[in-house]
């Protein structure tokens, strides 16, 4: 996907009134060469003011790129499942963690927030299940680590409503629930499910992915996070305020469909109206 056409999506979607964006990673190109633009991104960025922008910050290396750059938010990732972390940074959760640990004592120095994901909270595609108590145990580790903010992410889409439950209501236990956020992805198509669950739960923040875009390179068979316009569309039902215009998200999403080639698997786009771009 051209820089050009990614700077104007995260246009559109501040537009659309989105005031929290993701809008890159500082990750080697070699390993995910989609990326390979980042430092490009992050320099033709038009900030809008109220929105708090932010990048992944894997390492050392990741940190210097985002130093200076003058996003809100650094992003770290690090994975519930020993195997998955080991594929998706080759190293072991314990090592990682260690070595982040003054790259965390940096990035809240240079006064932007912390914010943390972990990966396979509800299942592994190496392990399979994944003890509820290895969550809570690297949430209070993250905790400890500075974090502002960490997301759990079902990052197979394997979970349950009452999977998620459980899992928000042990790691209240760890942190207060305004530090919580989920992170679904809709491989099975129950995104939207766990995310009501989690919402009865007191969950406020959930990560979401215009049109459903993405998935995850170390995580075979993985779909994107649930649906931007799906979520806006379910809270706003729900009597939930979000601030967002639906319709320009569902603009948005048949605009990126032409940008791909290729079809994005939202339903609320495509019940709108959405899904005319043939691929291929």
Same mark, same amino acid.
């Given at each position: ?87 998706? @940074?080759?190293?072991? #959760? =314990? ?5 982040? /640990?003054?790259? +965390? $004592?940096? !990035? ?23 003890? @509820?108590?290895?969550? #809570? =145990? ?5 905790? /400890?680590?500075? +974090? $502002?903010? !960490? ?130």
């Amino acid at each position: 996907m051209a820089t050009a056409a990614k700077l104007e999506l995260l246009d559109r979607l501040a537009e659309a009134g989105l005031r929290s964006i993701e809008v890159t990673s500082f990750v080697s190109p070699k390993w995910i060469p989609q990326l390979a633009d980042a430092d490009e991104v992050v320099a033709g960025l038009v900030r809008r003011p109220g929105v708090r922008y932010s990048a992944l910050v894997p390492n050392a290396s990741g940190f210097e790129r985002f130093d200076g750059s003058g996003l809100d938010d650094a992003a770290f990732f690090v994975s519930a499942s020993e195997t998955h972390n080991r594929k998706n @940074v080759n190293r072991g #959760v =314990a090592e990682y963690l260690e070595r982040f /640990a003054p790259v +965390a $004592e940096q !990035i809240l120095a240079s006064g932007a927030g912390l914010r943390c994901y972990v990966s396979t909270v509800c299942g592994c595609p190496y392990e399979g299940e994944v003890a @509820v108590e290895a969550v #809570v =145990a690297l949430v209070r580790q993250l905790d /400890a680590m500075g +974090a $502002e903010e !960490i997301s759990l992410g079902d990052t197979i889409g394997i979970g349950t409503p009452d999977q998620v439950r459980r899992l928000v209501r042990a790691v209240h236990e760890a942190i207060p629930l305004e530090r919580i956020a989920l992170h679904l992805h809709d491989t099975y198509g129950r995104a939207l499910a766990n995310l009501q669950a989690g919402l009865e739960e007191g969950i406020r923040i959930f990560d979401t992915s215009l049109g459903g875009l993405g998935g995850c390179p170390y995580a075979p068979g993985a779909s994107g996070n649930v649906a931007t316009e799906d979520v806006v569309d379910l809270l706003e039902r729900e009597g939930v305020e979000t601030g967002i215009d639906l319709q320009a998200l569902v603009d948005a999403t048949g605009w990126i469909e032409t940008q791909l080639g290729r079809p994005l698997p939202g339903r609320v786009f495509r019940a709108l109206g959405g899904g005319r771009v043939e691929s291929g």
